[in-house]
């Protein structure tokens, strides 16, 4: 197990060198000169080529290039063309309200999507399953930024029950203005898990297991949740890694709609006000949070299926023995 954790974060290296570049070379070539967002636009030409050669513009792309690349090596993300402050701690600043709108928005999804797949999964051809997928396809083909358009309508503007703007202080005043854009994240993941729910449960009724099960005695609660759910929850898994890693990374339309200080809303005002160094430091921080998140989902499956880890067991045995031989 060590040996496939060392490699798969040596894989992340390559992973982000490609990333970095494509990004850099997609910044370079959009219009906007970074020296005018700095110094602004009543700035004189010498003023603006002199900043042009301190931020190293005048230089070649791949000159450019392996200087980040370089100062990235050391932990430099460098600073911000906007306030020049530096990208690190920016990115660190916003990356808890991101963490607790992505936590709030996977839980919203489990708690809509699994139970509801389950109930699918064993009533099977019923008006309860129809029903909830056709919701689920709804729910899957539904635009985030069309579905919190509604929700603040009718829950902020016409019944005024919530803010649909900022994040509020307190305990209280956070969760009440959570609720919105977590729904909003929520119920397109949820759509997602109630669907892989279903069918995972579907492969797993039909086992001779289930059956036996059954014929011993035990209650119907326990061969779901102990027998059924427990064996169908790889691909379940699998899917809200990734979903949790999408939203780890910034939901940018989500946060924009609502206001929300995060990761998301950040890469946007940068994008549009081409400040490239952070929007290469947020896209890195994007990318190793979602490949940790992978790399957690793969370690969780040996502890899901005893064949995985036995695997591992296996092979750490295999090793021994051409060692010892």
Same mark, same amino acid.
């Given at each position: 197990?060590?040996?496939?954790?060392?490699?798969?974060?040596?894989?992340?290296?390559?992973?982000?060198?490609?990333?970095?570049?494509?990004?850099?070379?997609?910044?370079?070539?959009?219009?906007?000169?970074?020296?005018?967002?700095?110094?602004?636009?009543?700035?004189?030409?010498?003023?603006?080529?002199?900043?042009?050669?301190?931020?190293?513009?005048?230089?070649?792309?791949?000159?450019?290039?392996?200087?980040?690349?370089?100062?990235?090596?050391?932990?430099?993300?460098?600073?911000?063309?906007?306030?020049?402050?530096?990208?690190?701690?920016?990115?660190?600043?916003?990356?808890?309200?991101?963490?607790?709108?992505?936590?709030?928005?996977?839980?919203?999804?489990?708690?809509?999507?699994?139970?509801?797949?389950?109930?699918?999964?064993?009533?099977?051809?019923?008006?309860?399953?129809?029903?909830?997928?056709?919701?689920?396809?709804?729910?899957?083909?539904?635009?985030?930024?069309?579905?919190? /358009? +509604?929700?603040?309508? &009718?829950? =902020?503007?016409?019944?005024?029950?919530?803010? @649909? !703007?900022?994040? *509020?202080?307190?305990?209280?005043?956070?969760?009440?203005?959570?609720?919105?854009?977590?729904?909003?994240?929520?119920?397109?993941?949820?759509?997602?898990?109630?669907?892989?729910?279903?069918?995972?449960?579907?492969?797993?009724?039909?086992?001779?297991?289930?059956?036996?099960?059954?014929?011993?005695?035990?209650?119907?609660?326990?061969?779901?949740?102990?027998?059924?759910?427990?064996?169908?929850?790889?691909?379940?898994?699998?899917?809200?890694?990734?979903?949790?890693?999408?939203?780890?990374?910034?939901?940018?339309?989500?946060?924009?709609?609502?206001?929300?200080?995060?990761?998301?809303?950040?890469?946007?005002?940068?994008?549009?006000?081409?400040?490239?160094?952070?929007?290469?430091?947020?896209?890195?921080?994007?990318?190793?949070?979602?490949?940790?998140?992978? /790399? +957690?989902?793969?370690? &969780?499956? =040996?502890?899901?299926?005893?064949?995985?880890? @036995? !695997?591992?067991? *296996?092979?750490?045995?295999?090793?021994?023995?051409?060692?010892?031989?």
């Amino acid at each position: 197990m060590g040996k496939y954790i060392v490699r798969r974060l040596l894989m992340m290296i390559p992973v982000l060198l490609g990333v970095t570049f494509i990004v850099f070379f997609i910044m370079s070539l959009t219009p906007g000169d970074p020296a005018a967002i700095i110094l602004g636009d009543q700035a004189s030409a010498e003023s603006l080529a002199q900043k042009r050669i301190e931020l190293g513009l005048d230089k070649p792309l791949l000159v450019r290039y392996a200087s980040y690349m370089g100062n990235l090596f050391r932990g430099d993300l460098g600073l911000s063309y906007r306030n020049q402050l530096s990208v690190a701690e920016q990115v660190w600043d916003k990356f808890p309200n991101t963490a607790i709108l992505a936590i709030a928005g996977i839980l919203v999804a489990l708690l809509i999507g699994i139970p509801v797949g389950i109930l699918s999964a064993k009533k099977q051809y019923t008006f309860m399953d129809n029903s909830s997928m056709v919701l689920s396809l709804i729910g899957v083909s539904m635009p985030n930024f069309w579905l919190g /358009l +509604l929700l603040s309508l &009718l829950f =902020a503007l016409k019944l005024g029950w919530l803010p @649909s !703007q900022g994040m *509020g202080s307190g305990f209280f005043g956070l969760l009440r203005s959570l609720v919105l854009p977590a729904l909003t994240l929520g119920t397109g993941v949820a759509a997602t898990v109630v669907r892989m729910t279903r069918s995972s449960m579907l492969e797993v009724i039909r086992q001779d297991y289930i059956s036996t099960a059954r014929a011993k005695g035990i209650t119907e609660k326990q061969v779901t949740n102990k027998h059924m759910l427990k064996n169908a929850l790889i691909p379940i898994v699998t899917a809200v890694g990734l979903q949790f890693g999408h939203l780890l990374g910034g939901a940018m339309l989500t946060e924009t709609i609502f206001s929300w200080p995060g990761l998301g809303r950040l890469m946007v005002d940068s994008i549009t006000s081409k400040d490239i160094p952070m929007v290469l430091g947020a896209v890195i921080f994007m990318a190793v949070m979602f490949s940790f998140v992978n /790399l +957690l989902v793969d370690i &969780l499956y =040996a502890f899901l299926d005893p064949r995985i880890k @036995s !695997q591992y067991k *296996g092979k750490k045995a295999a090793a021994k023995k051409e060692v010892s031989a």
